[in-house]
């Protein structure tokens, strides 16, 4: 029986959204507060990411958000953080720049707690796989917040950036032996770049895509669909 | 650095040289390995294919094959190509002859933009440059702010006019703030945006037209993959860039952006930078770039840390003192700072010819705590007892240790290591060959001291 071009063409997008669709669960907002905790590479929009998830939460949801910026690195993050928490009508916990990231994580955690607030999410530094310390150091800022809140970080999100190569994979796995990463967030997809690399990341660490991000404006993050992106990956 | 692409083609080009003859089908299984490390590399396909048939060509032809050691012929070729792939000799920025140098970046979000202006203002007033900073990112949120403090901290000026101002107007007016102050360079911070952006790439368009950069630099992640031709050239059409700033490279990129950029757009890398801190910043060198990746080190760009660190007279006057016996612990001390200064030794280590070979030296990260420990020590020590390590009896040994924290073990050891140490020169200076059974002892650490201690990750 000859095969019918489109037919293999759609099994094909059948097997690659399988592939993509690897260990998927809704991001669990159950507990109260529910803490999300995130990490990626420099540059890779963590704290776009943060911003657009909370004005999500708390314009959509009606959720009460608190955000604690615990990149005490980058000059300005605070600043940034503050920007978005006061777009999306979120608390801010913050510290002076160069403070000890974990007692940010733990305030914010705990200021969450007192005011009974829905979710809090803790912005980190960004930091390259590669260097140690830092993937330590983000490792303590878990333990930091589980010791404010057993249980918590409820969700370790890993931002990508959709136009890493290989390297992604690498990423990926690391961050999850520092982090228990739950799952990526796959930002930038609006370029020209497909983000292939999560098929690696998901198939080989069984780490799903959550969320994708998709532009500038606040609107422009998605729940991940993988039979959409195995659509855009192999061409209509 | 690339370690795995580096790893791939050492293996190839070790079992070539190992040929006494090579056939021509030997070459091919050897590019065909090649082929395959650039593209896990994820070095662009179009570059691998057009790479490895000049490579083979070159290979193939006769004064290759018939020479009376091929394989050290073919790495030869080898290291040449990869030299020209990643954009020949290395260029430096374009100065203007009078008036303030404008240079322009440009690049995707996320890439590593502002970082890059602060470190590459810092480079430049190195030289003596006295540079100002515009503030041309309007979008993100405190992305002022950050140019602000990371400038500061840069030393340069950093004008800024907030976040309402379209951001033409705003670097034309820096531009002409520059001009009234004499600055040297200006260079101009965008936002970051997405190449498919018309708008914003029609907005950068506007802004290199209305301030006409002498350079306009684009901003790219070494950890970019496939998709890093798309981006630059885009970028190539709407700004025009002169050349590339490679960011993130202390990261394990497999080096794709790095090697395919200079093929896709004809634009050279001129810098690159290579960590969190301002002075992590450099001009690029595609030659010691393309030896670093065949593992044959980087002595020159040794050499020039170590020059920038290193006072002259200092050293002189340490042979000196080796020669006369004169050295103490407190040279010992200044020496060991020195050395430090140049970087985590870890880095220097990549940089050593035939490092990347020796197995138990990859992946090593030097404990610099070790290093802490010896310093502590010492620090701990009187100035009696720094020029004459003999008078270190046990309570004084006592009470170094206990004002370094450290152990009297701790001590004892680094008193020992001196005094072989000491010999050894001494050995040395009278023109005597060190005793080569001793030199054993100290390597294998019988008696051993505190030396930086290898630890595999």
């Known amino acids: 029986m000859p095969a019918d071009g489109a037919a293999v063409h759609d099994r094909l997008i059948e097997i ?31 704290t776009t990411t943060i ?33 978005w928490a006061q777009r999306a009508g979120a608390d801010l916990v913050r510290a002076e720049s160069g403070a000890d990231p974990g007692s940010v994580a733990f305030d914010a955690v705990a200021a969450a707690r007192a005011r009974d607030a829905d979710v809090a999410i803790i912005d980190t530094a960004g930091r390259l796989h590669t260097q140690g310390n830092l993937m330590d150091e983000l490792a303590k800022v878990r333990r ?19 136009t890493t190569g290989q390297n992604g994979l690498r990423q990926a796995k690391v961050f999850a032996e520092a982090a228990d990463v739950d799952g990526v967030v796959l930002t930038k997809l609006d370029g020209t770049a497909k983000g292939g690399i999560v098929l690696a990341i998901a198939s080989e660490l069984g780490i799903p895509v959550k969320l994708i991000g998709t532009g500038e404006s606040l609107e422009d993050l998605r729940p991940f669909d993988p039979t959409d992106f195995a659509r855009a990956l192999l061409g209509e | 650095m690339f370690d795995q692409l580096s790893d791939r083609l050492q293996a190839t080009l070790s079992d070539v040289r ?43 032809g006769s004064e290759v094959l018939e020479s009376l050691d091929p394989g050290q012929q073919v790495v030869k070729i080898v290291n040449e190509e990869l030299t020209t792939l990643m954009g020949g000799a290395s260029r430096d920025l374009a100065l203007a002859s009078s008036g303030p140098t404008v240079i322009l970046m440009a690049g995707l979000q996320g890439s590593g933009k502002t970082t890059a202006c602060a470190k590459l203002a810092r480079h430049l007033g190195e030289s003596g440059k006295q540079v100002a900073l515009a503030a041309c990112d309007v979008y993100r949120p405190a992305a002022v702010d950050q140019l602000v403090t990371v400038g500061e901290r840069a030393g340069a000026t950093v004008y800024e006019q907030g976040t ?14 520059a001009r009234e102050e004499n600055r040297d360079v200006l260079i101009v911070d965008t936002a970051g945006r997405l190449h498919v952006d018309e708008e914003l790439m029609d907005e950068l368009s506007r802004i290199r037209k209305k301030v006409k950069p002498h350079d306009v630099l684009l901003v790219v992640d070494a950890m970019t993959g496939q998709d890093a031709v798309g981006v630059a050239e885009a970028f190539s059409e709407a700004a025009e860039f002169d050349g590339v700033v490679m960011s993130k490279l202390d990261g394990d990129a497999r080096g794709g952006a790095a090697l395919s950029v200079k093929a896709v757009t004809g634009k050279p890398i001129l810098f690159a930078s290579t960590g969190e801190k301002l002075e992590d910043f450099d001009r690029f060198h595609p030659d010691r770039m393309a030896s670093r990746i065949l593992g044959m080190g980087d002595v020159l760009s040794l050499i020039e840390k170590a020059e920038k660190q290193v006072d002259e007279k200092q050293a002189l006057d340490l042979q000196e003192k080796l020669r006369s016996d004169r050295f103490t612990l407190e040279d010992f001390l200044q020496q060991m700072k020195q050395v430090r200064k140049m970087g985590p030794l870890s880095g220097l280590l ?23 420990r010896v310093e502590a020590i010492i620090l701990s020590m009187t100035p009696e007892e720094r020029a004459n390590p003999g008078l270190i009896n046990g309570s004084r040994r006592k009470r170094i240790a206990s004002g ?28 005597k060959m060190p005793d080569p059974q001793q030199l054993a002892q100290m390597a294998s650490g019988e008696g051993r001291a505190p030396r930086p201690k290898m630890r595999r990750r």
């Not at chain 1, 592939?19 to 929009?45: E, F, H, K, W």
């Not at chain 2, 050593?352 to 802490?372: C, R």
């Open chain 1, 16 to 46: 690659v959204a399988e592939v993509a669709a690897t260990g998927r669960a809704p991001i669990d907002l159950s507990a109260q507060p529910a803490v999300v905790l995130m990490v990626g590479v420099n540059g890779t929009g963590k």
């Open chain 1, 51 to 83: 911003g657009k998830v909370a004005w999500h939460l708390s314009q959509e949801f009606g959720l009460s958000v608190v955000l604690g910026a615990a990149d005490t690195y980058r000059a300005a993050a605070a600043e940034q953080l503050a920007e």
């Open chain 1, 144 to 162: 930091v917040i589980a010791k404010q809140m057993p249980g918590a970080p409820h969700e370790t999100l890993l931002t990508i950036d959709a």
């Open chain 2, 18 to 60: 190992s040929r006494g003859k090579l056939s021509e089908s030997d070459v091919d299984a050897a590019m065909r390995e090649i082929r395959l490390a650039l593209l896990e590399a994820d070095v662009n396909f179009k570059v691998v294919k057009s790479f490895t048939a000049t490579l083979k060509e070159r290979c193939l």
């Open chain 2, 164 to 177: 309402e101002r379209d951001p033409v107007d705003i670097a034309a007016w820096a531009l002409d703030r």
């Open chain 2, 350 to 372: 990549g940089m050593m010819p035939g490092m990347g070979a020796m197995k138990q030296l990859k992946n090593a990260d030097v404990d610099e705590g070790e290093l802490d």
């Open chain 2, 404 to 431: 370094s924290g450290t152990k009297v073990q701790h001590v004892n050891q680094l008193v020992k290591q001196f005094d072989q140490v000491r010999k050894l020169m001494r050995q040395v200076a009278s023109g």
